[in-house]
């Protein structure tokens, strides 16, 4: 499957707590974005990491990937309240015109 | 404000009815793309235009009708739809192509009686 999974499928911490969630796939990727979906609303797009990126940062927002274990993970610090959403990764393949295929994702709850 | 709108938010609609789902985006992109989300089942791409060109349809169901009469704005077309096609219809756009970030409508709910 070109699928790959989330994990945990669900977390839930204290607000202030980090909260760190894993993305796994198979195939070779062009890039990884991360996005957040709350709950009836459309998604929403956090960060884009490249094949020949290790780490990028955007905020409270810490995304790593390790190609050679063909995974990545997305660290929220300092979680609050308004965090509780869910997370997906998404995944493009080989060649720059690639479509994105997403996992099931991870739902988040951060509670007060 | 996102920048892509879609309409309606919810729709409940019999068997053999004829409705459609209307997305428009104000962001000036260049490519629209149609998603299907179900319970506890990844996003699955349905239809990707670019330049309101179709490049992309992702073995979906003819009951399932894409139009793009410019590139401001998509339609998913409905008719004869089965109980199974209840989900979230989300549109996106993105500025030239699906490995650019996309931006998200909020959706069309649609339930099938």
């Known amino acids: 499957s070109q699928q790959g999974e989330e994990d945990p499928q669900a977390l839930s911490i204290q607000e202030g707590e980090n909260a760190t969630m894993n993305c796994s796939y198979k195939t070779s990727i062009n890039n990884l974005q991360w996005y957040r979906q709350n709950s009836g609303r459309g998604l929403v797009h956090l960060i884009l990491?490249?094949?020949?990126?290790r780490e990028k940062h955007s905020g409270r927002l810490r995304v790593t990937l390790d190609t050679s274990k063909k995974s990545s993970s997305l660290l929220i610090t300092a979680s609050r309240a308004a965090d509780t959403a869910s997370y997906f990764c998404?995944?493009?393949?080989?060649?720059?015109?690639?479509?994105?295929?997403f996992g099931k994702g991870t739902k988040l709850s951060v509670k007060p | 404000e996102t920048g892509v709108t879609q309409t309606p938010r919810h729709l409940v609609m019999g068997m053999t009815n004829k409705k459609s789902l209307k997305c428009e985006q104000h962001?000036?992109?260049?490519?629209m793309y149609w998603y299907k989300q179900s319970a506890k089942k990844p996003l699955e791409l349905m239809f990707v235009?670019?330049?309101?060109?179709?490049?992309e349809n992702n073995s979906v169901p003819s009951r399932f009708s894409p139009e793009c009469p410019n590139s401001s704005h998509l339609f998913l077309h409905l008719h004869t739809l089965q109980p199974e096609d209840s989900a979230l219809y989300l549109c996106a756009s993105s500025q030239d192509s699906p490995s650019e970030p996309q931006h998200f409508g909020d959706g069309t709910r649609l339930s099938i009686l």
């Open positions: 962001l000036g992109h260049n490519a």
């Open positions: 990491i490249r094949s020949n990126e």
């Open positions: 235009y670019n330049f309101k060109e179709q490049t």
């Open positions: 998404a995944r493009t393949l080989g060649g720059s015109q690639g479509n994105l295929i």
